[in-house]
């Protein structure tokens, strides 16, 4: 944790909110109930667990291509899959409320910028049974890894695309129907990540969410975070430190911006 993630830590800590207590927003207390607090346990969670706890023990060592900010958590392109899992893809709890989320929101189209070793795009795919889930990654390393591990797990509504996110981004947003979630995890810069949100309102609707990971990975990515969540069509963000979300939903008369602990 670098110094400007640890003062926002602590900013974090203090001011966040817990268990859902003292908002007002009926959306966002309903969210609080269903998925950031719910500790329902549910049937794919055990499954994935297993595939989490395969990849901490894969000792196949990758050579990434890094077409993003870079890694504050290597040095170099040589990686082994062990360390990648340890260290740079989401813990297990953000990755289950994901997949909530998704499920309660009974997302059907998915949008995932970053893939890398296709975890999350797991649980986002068996959150969405009855949908599809499209996962761009620009290393052509990671985008195998994750290709064999969801044949291996038979998740067959998963699209991967090997390619760089500026290239690719413009043709899957004209051809998918709409963004019922939108998860950035990668290029975590200013101007990217400010881009691909401008390119991805284009598809979104009432009941969509973009998730935005990493918000306080420097103090650029933040200032993108402040950006986003003040735009003018965004009526409720919320801030998990690790990752934000934001909606536009019209029912949210009162524009929120909310912070949980978790």
């Given at each position: 944790m670098n110094i400007h993630q640890a003062k926002q830590f602590i900013k974090h800590f203090f001011s966040a909110k817990r268990k859902g207590h003292g908002v007002h927003s009926p959306f966002a207390y309903q969210l609080c109930e269903e998925v950031f607090y719910n500790e329902n346990a549910f049937y794919d969670f055990e499954t994935l667990s297993f595939v989490r706890e395969d990849l901490l023990n894969d000792?196949?060592?990758?050579?990434?291509?890094?077409?993003?900010?870079?890694s504050k958590a290597f040095?170099?392109?040589?990686?082994?899959?062990?360390?990648?899992?340890?260290?740079?893809?989401?813990?297990q709890k953000q990755s289950e409320i994901f997949y909530k989320l998704i499920n309660f929101l009974k997302a059907k189209h998915c949008l995932e910028l970053g893939t890398s070793l296709g975890l999350n795009t797991l649980y986002?795919?068996?959150?969405?049974?009855?949908g599809s889930v499209t996962s761009i990654e620009g290393s052509k390393s990671l985008?195998?890894?994750?290709?064999?591990?969801?044949?291996?797990?038979?998740?067959?509504?998963?699209?991967?695309?090997c390619?760089?996110?500026?290239?690719v981004l413009p043709k899957i947003l004209n051809e998918i129907p709409?963004?019922?979630?939108?998860?950035?995890?990668?290029?975590h810069a200013y101007e990217a990540t400010l881009n691909y949100f401008k390119?991805?309102?284009?598809?979104?609707?009432?009941?969509s969410v973009f998730i935005f990971d990493d918000i306080y990975w420097s103090a650029g990515m933040t200032k993108a975070w402040e950006e986003i969540k003040h735009h003018a069509s965004v009526t409720l963000s919320i801030d998990m430190f690790y990752f934000g979300l934001i909606f536009f939903r019209e029912e949210v008369k009162e524009?929120?911006?909310?912070?949980?602990?978790?």
């Open positions: 000792k196949t060592v990758l050579r990434i291509e890094d077409f993003g900010a870079g040095k170099s392109n040589q990686r082994k899959v062990k360390d990648i899992a340890a260290k740079a893809i989401s813990t986002f795919a068996k959150a969405a049974k009855h985008f195998d890894v994750a290709n064999a591990l969801a044949k291996k797990q038979k998740a067959e509504n998963i699209n991967f695309i390619g760089k996110f500026d290239e709409a963004l019922d979630v939108l998860y950035i995890d990668g290029n390119m991805a309102l284009q598809k979104k609707h009432n009941n524009k929120r911006h909310l912070k949980f602990w978790v």
